[in-house]
């Protein structure tokens, strides 16, 4: 009953507060007349204001609600309106039409409403439009004469727009502006068979271009209208759209606990910060800010778990109301732990609180480590992981071989809200302890710290103790010094050259140990592999039978559809990150613990085989493209260390940060047209030859900055670089790019023939930019894709075409060519035309085949056969990827192998890197069998403690 009241009261408000455009002139009424709002519509059908019509919604019903204002959402896809017509407006001898929209994204010949042909020849009685950014009016009996205005619309502003024909004059206004005119043609009209109205697409042939953006409002009337109409039709609502605002960075949402998150984004001119949202589209919760600033952080403090919030960055414009998107953000991905709320200690206070109190601050200010899981050795009473739970976001396991300690340990922790949701204690041997490798980020005592025993072993420790930053902390304070010498914690110290170790005797004697990275380990951080696109992490661990390390979080659910050819998941650092949709997550590579999420609506890519990941990982940090600029997270924390943003550039149209690489100190990025990334939204599978899946994504200008200051390094400019050749390896940049006056003068993003003749490959020097030289070639065969790997000092171009593979192979330190080879494919669906190579040593992988790199020679065709749509990856032995299930090949013994139950998704989604193999979630969406949809991570047998079997 309340949402029914509220319901009524918003639509009087409307109807009272903003007079529509009838309303506005009455005198003149309309024959059709729509009003693109919530109450009109029932489902899929949507009724005009005087319920005289009704027409169908193609597409997602969506509605984006303003103040007291409301409009329908195109999404440039799918959404548009058909209704049959009224008769008299098929060829009517006069006519006027107007709207109120708002366009996102300029097409060559969009629509906002108009009569059109339901079949061939497609023909347009008459269209309200737009082309490129301007808008149109192609009137009745049009003999090509199109009005154009002189605006040139800003995405995401609002605009009245009318058209006009009375017989001998045709007429255009914007915001009740006239801006174009043409004489009426002078042959008497014809009605067209077959004609429907459509509002929000229009057609180009036989294909229907839908409009993206969003409209408020389509009046049709059988008379002209005159131009004072139109200024009050205008007036009368200029106030309520709000302007757009620029919105420089963000928005980003990040829970901080279970009942709260903080929004924060980056606006050009300092204003209030204001953040509109709720569970329904019309935003009714309001949490606002009024100190100006242009760096915005708002805290939202009544978030219900398990929803879908929409919400809305808004702000002011010379004292006029801006508003940005409508964005969503997700609770269900609230992965931070549940509230304590913990009143009273267990424990008596007595001579040991401050023990316990001073050493879990030192434990974790000395280490860093406040999350994942922490392993105490012997458990006493509980009381240093009840003082660690409290101070910390950690699930702390502790054992004791003592059971007596288990049991006071037990019934002490049982009075806390800790036991059971942060603490567990266990009954077991210290000397073989009951875990699995590589689980705990940090290990203590509390047997150590309270009396000096600790009846461990150090191998058993360092075996669960995670690599890549996990860390020991062991001692004793000056308060409790007994027993413990220098000697017995030496014992405690690591040799291995990749750990720190250290004593410390600062207020006590205390041993601490931080593990490096196992050797022999590899890295994943970029699309394929390494910025040489090999698609091999130069892994020595990743090999044999393999064990379940962790699985869990992230499912399905914040992932995108696995049909576009999504971003790769990327691990460095002893952390696996990962690209949901519009959400990021980075976890702990050795046991899945969820560090930090984020969701971030502005950043999306897809179709990896025509551009490149907008993601790539350092040691220390992620880098995301977002827009023109990219951002930096700390790898552990999440938080936002540096925006880079492009150079500055001459650009005549918008721009966008296309290819993204992180070698060494450098950040390499490349300028694209703006909106030229796929986004890969309505599950696109991008595998067929059409032009709108294989159009290269392609950019005009190569920079380099300082990865941690943004400071500008260098540009290159030369011809259109087809972005999914960029490849960094032995201090230089390597490319194909086309010199085609086609393709130079062409203001398109994504290019097809274009870029097919006039080929180069070129090399730059990473340090400086220099062109160190270029070589003339004809790649025109890979059509279908093209890509470019280096290793051992060799270039491989692989691409497709018309059935077949084609390889061709460069000397890398002139370009000279080496060798080429065509190859029929084995199958042309399912991923099977755009397969990405692999590079292992000397051998290039393509499709089933190996060749030595150097001389051409094909080595092997055991590859075996794979049953899905995803590519290869590989460590230095083995190969994984989707056959059926999570597949694997292993290149010594020549055996394939199935993780059964789980698959991964329809490109690359298994990475073998830490000394794991990594798979994430990335099938959701899919609808074959097999769907058990989990991240997981797997660990080679070979690296685990063998426990032979009971006798």
């Known amino acids: 009953m309340q949402k029914i009241a509220m319901k009524l009261a918003y639509t009087l408000l409307f109807l009272v507060g903003f007079p529509s455009i009838v309303t506005a002139q009455a005198a003149d009424k309309p ?241 209030p910060s204001v953040v509109a949202y709720g569970i329904d589209k019309q935003l009714g919760h309001r949490v606002a800010d009024a100190q100006p600033t242009t760096q915005h952080r708002v805290t939202l403090d009544d978030i219900a778990p398990d929803s879908i919030y929409s919400f809305q960055i808004r702000g002011t414009d010379n004292e006029q109301e801006t508003a940005g998107k409508t964005h969503v953000f997700d609770s269900h991905f609230n992965y931070t732990l549940p509230t304590v709320v913990d009143d009273q200690s267990p424990y008596p206070h007595d001579e040991l609180t401050e023990l316990y109190e001073s050493f879990a601050e030192r434990i974790l200010k000395e280490t860093g480590v406040t999350q994942g899981y922490c392993l105490v050795l012997g458990v006493e009473q509980g009381r240093l992981a009840y003082e660690l739970a409290k101070r910390s976001n950690l699930k702390i396991v502790a054992v004791d071989d003592n059971p007596a300690n288990v049991a006071a340990a037990r019934a002490a922790l049982g009075e806390t809200p800790y036991y059971g949701l942060r603490i567990s204690i266990h009954e077991g041997s210290l000397s073989d302890l009951p875990y699995g490798e590589y689980f705990a980020n940090l290990v203590v005592s509390d047997s150590l710290l309270r009396r000096g025993k600790l009846a461990a072993d150090p191998g058993e420790m360092y075996r669960v103790l995670s690599p890549s930053g996990g860390t020991a902390y062991l001692g004793q304070s000056d308060k409790r010094r007994v027993k413990v010498t220098q000697t017995d914690l030496k014992k405690w110290l690591s040799e291995d050259p990749n750990d720190e170790s250290r004593i410390d005797e600062n207020g006590g004697l205390f041993a601490s140990v931080r593990r490096g990275p196992l050797t022999g380990a590899g890295q994943w951080t970029h699309q394929y592999g390494q910025a040489d696109n090999a698609s091999c992490s130069q892994d020595f661990l990743v090999r044999g039978k393999m064990n379940v390390q962790w699985w869990g979080r992230p499912g399905p659910r914040p992932m995108p559809d696995r049909g576009p050819r999504n971003p790769a998941p990327l691990s460095a650092g002893g952390r696996l990150y990962i690209q949901g949709d519009r959400v990021l997550f ?191 070639t004809d790649l025109s065969d890979a059509s279908r894709v093209i890509y470019l790997v280096h290793t051992d000092d060799t270039l491989a171009v692989t691409g497709s075409s018309n059935g077949k593979y084609h390889i061709w192979a460069f000397n890398n330190k002139e370009g000279k060519p080496l060798w080429k080879e065509s190859f029929a494919m084995k199958k042309d669906d399912h991923g099977g035309a755009i397969q990405h190579p692999v590079a292992v040593g000397s051998t290039l992988y393509c499709e089933l085949r190996g060749y030595n790199l150097r001389t051409g020679k094909l080595e092997r065709t055991d590859l075996p056969q794979r049953r899905g749509c995803g590519t290869m990856a590989a460590s230095n032995y083995a190969f994984f990827y989707r056959h059926r299930f999570h597949g694997m090949w292993d290149l010594e013994t020549n055996t394939q192998s199935e993780f059964q139950g789980i698959r991964g998704g329809c490109w690359l989604g298994q990475i073998p890197a830490a000394g794991l193999m990594l798979a994430p979630e990335s099938s959701a969406g899919c609808s074959c069998t097999h769907s058990i949809q989990i991240s997981v991570g797997y660990i080679p047998s070979a690296m685990t403690k063998q426990t032979p079997p009971s006798q």
């Open 586 to 776: 980075s976890l702990n590579a050795y046991n899945g613990t969820v560090l930090w999420s984020k969701q971030v609506p502005a950043i999306r890519r897809a179709n990896m085989p025509r551009d490149c990941s907008n993601m790539v990982a350092a040691d220390d940090a992620l880098y995301v493209v977002e827009g023109d600029h990219v951002l930096k997270f700390d790898g552990q924390t999440g938080k936002p260390a540096v925006v880079m943003q492009l150079p500055d550039s001459d650009e005549a149209v918008p721009v966008d940060w296309g290819y993204l690489a992180c070698v060494g100190d450098t950040l390499l990025g490349s300028v694209q047209k703006s909106g030229a990334g796929y986004l890969g939204d309505f599950g696109e599978w991008y595998d067929k030859s059409e032009p709108t899946s294989i159009a290269k994504v392609t950019s005009r200008r190569l920079f380099a900055l300082d990865r941690n200051t943004g400071a500008a390094q260098w540009n290159y400019q030369g011809g259109v670089i087809i972005n999914s050749t960029l490849t960094v390896a032995d201090g230089r940049v390597y490319f194909v790019e086309s010199r085609n006056p086609a393709a130079l003068d062409s203001n398109a993003g994504r290019l097809v023939d274009e870029v097919q003749t006039g080929q180069f490959l070129v090399a730059v020097d990473l340090q400086t930019g220099e062109k160190l030289w270029e070589q003339p």
């Open 31 to 271: 024959v059709m007349h729509w009003l693109l709002q919530p109450e009109y519509v029932d489902h899929l059908t949507i009724k005009d204001a005087a319920a005289a019509h009704a027409g169908q919604i193609n597409g997602i019903v969506s509605h984006w609600h303003g103040n007291n204002i409301a409009a329908l959402e195109f999404d440039g896809l799918h959404n548009r309106i058909v209704a049959e017509p009224v008769k008299s407006l098929s060829a009517p001898p006069t006519l006027s039409v107007s709207a109120w929209v708002t366009i996102d994204k300029p097409a060559d010949h969009g629509g906002i409403a108009g009569l059109i042909q339901k079949e061939k020849p497609f023909a347009t009685a008459w269209l309200l439009g737009y082309q490129g950014d301007q808008f149109t009016f192609s009137g009745p009996a049009s003999t090509g004469k199109t009005l154009m205005s002189r605006t040139r619309f800003q995405p995401g502003r609002w605009y009245h727009v009318a058209a006009t024909d009375d017989g001998i004059t045709q007429k255009l206004f914007v915001n009740g502006q006239q801006e174009a005119s043409a004489e009426s043609p002078t042959e008497k009209n014809v009605a067209l068979p077959g004609l429907q109205f459509v509002i929000g697409a229009a057609r180009d042939g036989d294909q229907i271009v839908h409009m993206h953006g969003m409209i408020h409002e389509i009046a049709i009337y059988e008379q002209a209208i005159d131009a004072a109409a139109f200024q009050g039709q205008y007036d009368s609502k200029a106030t309520a759209f709000p302007a757009p605002l620029e919105i420089t960075v963000g928005p980003h949402v990040e829970f901080l606990s279970r009942t709260s998150a903080v929004v924060e984004w980056e606006t050009a001119q300092p204003m």
